[in-house]
């Protein structure tokens, strides 16, 4: 069964993912289990998304009976879950509207086209610049890669959506420098670069570049499509900040498991867009929504402040321990430099029943944001063996 799986896969599959050799066929909790009965912790969450973990009572409840009662309508048409899921997630950002979208990349192509609207049209078409950082990571699509601050990724699709310019962290100079030119729309930032090694912005950098967005009436655009939806600690990770971003996207984990992104929009450009001016098939999908909703109801300041108990636990653990150089990280979105490569460790956790990711040359955790303390535990000390060489 698992060989044929594997090779179909193999066979049929654009060569673009490397997959480790797991066939997962179900899920509990943070446990998933494989075709031949062997039991893996999670400690990826499938990148992030599945934020209560596998076969979620509530999530389950939600999204089955919503594909029960009607699946799918388009944009034409009104649902409950698609209006009750951009309510809540207004009240709690403060943000006034929302575009929902099918991914990461799909909300930030509706952020970016939200501030090149509003720039355009209140300063002209000259001004259309989106600055982002160096090391960042924005999605796939030639436009979010064109965000991407990282030369790599450009490489083999060259030319791509012009318009935007990297600068690095910090560099408030370069920025300024950009912005005498008179084309800079909009700042696209993550408050923690995940692809980019799980590296959190300095909090005085963030500051500037908030009061800066607001001297200059430049967008100031917060990408929380790995950080949001109560990974770090926060609903979303620029609260940690205090700032108030203009544009919010997020994606991952706001859907549990189901393929949602939004776009959240605040009071600059609220009315931005007109009939026509975006759309999108799936986008606000009843399903997606419903259980959306179940998830972003249930991040409450309890499950925050057991997210950030977990991580106190998964630092001090593993904060000089041996074979351990650093982490980085806020809340579950935690990064381990490791004196061995990070590519081994995560090869030798899944031998022993560990799921990690990796970001750049760290080992990358983003559990479930309710894993069981005992199954935490359980997975940290098996890390902290494989890191230590043991
Ligand atoms: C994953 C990610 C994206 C892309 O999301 P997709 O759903 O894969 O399109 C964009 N920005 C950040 C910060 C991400 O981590």
Redesign the pocket.
Known sequence: MKADIIKTDKKYIAGTYNRFPVVAVSGKGSVITDENGKKYIDMGSG?GVTSFGFSDKKWLEAVCGQAAAIQHTSNLYYTGPCATLAKILCRRTGMKKVFFAN????A?ECAIKAARKYASTKYGENRYVIATLNNS????TLT?LAATGQEHYHELYRPLTPGFSSFDAGDMKALEKLNSTGTLAAVMI?CIQ??GGVVPLDPDFVKELYAFCQANDVILIV?E??TGNGRTGELYAYMNYGITPDIIST??GLGGGLPI?AALLGEKCENVFSFGDHGSTFGGNPVACAGAVSIIKRIDRKLLDGVKRRSEYIFSSLSGAPGVEGVSGMGLMIGIKTSRPAAEVVKECISRGVLCLTAKDRVRLLPALNINEKTLKKAVGIIKKVCAGE
């Open positions: 990148i991914s990461g990349a799909e930030n990571f924005h999605g796939r979010t993550e995940g692809e990408d499509v790995q994606a991952k992104g």
